[in-house]
């Protein structure tokens, strides 16, 4: 789709969602159909849920550890979300844009928020939110990862998230999974093609559209 002879200049890609909401699915989906993209692995002092892995789901550290981490700046942005921390390693993703990735970020609306304060013009912001508070209820109950206890507060913090979706570039309402990767793939392939991230334009126009008459 995008020109392959034009240098371009990489996006950062922010989905955020209550919990239960087909975010991670998403952004699987994309991941595993765009090799162009590097997944933003965060730190977090919550414990590991069963069968997530330390490393790839996120770098699990205990709290003394975060703290220090922020202390020494390894954050691009960290907050705190129902009692735990969680935090972006800057590094990665420097060596990630270096490269001339994209990078996805699957964080809570604090975090999409100091990314807009820090890289404005390289985000690209989508909030997807659960077609009603019963559906989101009842997708935590199936998916049978969280105590009642941890899913009724992230029941609580659910309306929080979603009422911050006006901070976002894009909103998607997530009713159908498909359909909703499909959006997310149609934002890609628009935010890629905007004249300030096909960095060699002016080159290309230049050297190779020269003598072209008006
Ligand atoms: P969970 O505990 O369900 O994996 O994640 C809880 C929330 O924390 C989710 O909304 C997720 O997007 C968010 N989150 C995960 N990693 C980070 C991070 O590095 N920074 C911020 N701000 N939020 C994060």
Not at 116 to 141: F, Y
Not at 172 to 199: F, G, H, P, T, Y
Request: hydrophobic letters at 35%; charged letters at 30%; proline letters at 3%.
């Amino acid at each position: 789709m995008i020109n392959s002879q034009i240098k371009k200049r990489g996006l950062l890609l922010v989905l955020s969602s209550p919990s239960g909401t087909g975010k991670t699915a998403i952004a699987h989906k994309i991941l595993e159909n765009d090799k162009n993209f590097f997944l933003s692995v965060s730190a977090t002092t919550r414990k590991p849920r069963p069968g997530e892995v330390d490393g790839k789901d996120y770098f699990f550290v205990g709290y003394e550890k975060f703290q220090e981490m922020v202390k020494n700046g390894e954050f691009l942005e960290h907050a705190e979300f129902c009692g735990n921390c969680y935090g972006t390693p800057k590094k990665p993703i420097e060596i990630a844009l270096a490269a001339g990735k994209d990078v996805l970020f699957d964080i809570e609306w604090q975090g999409a928020r100091q990314l807009a304060e820090k890289a404005r013009d390289d985000l690209v912001s989508i909030s997807i939110l659960p077609p009603s508070l019963e559906e989101l209820k009842n997708r935590l109950l199936n998916r049978q990862q969280d105590s009642i206890e941890v899913i009724e507060n992230r029941m609580k913090t659910a309306s929080d998230e979603a009422s911050h979706y006006n901070e976002y570039d894009y909103v998607i309402i997530n009713e159908d999974l498909e359909e909703s990767i499909e959006a997310v793939r149609s934002i890609l392939i628009s935010e890629r093609l905007k004249k300030n991230r096909q960095l060699g334009l002016k080159d290309f126009v230049e050297n190779k559209l020269k003598g072209i008459k008006k």
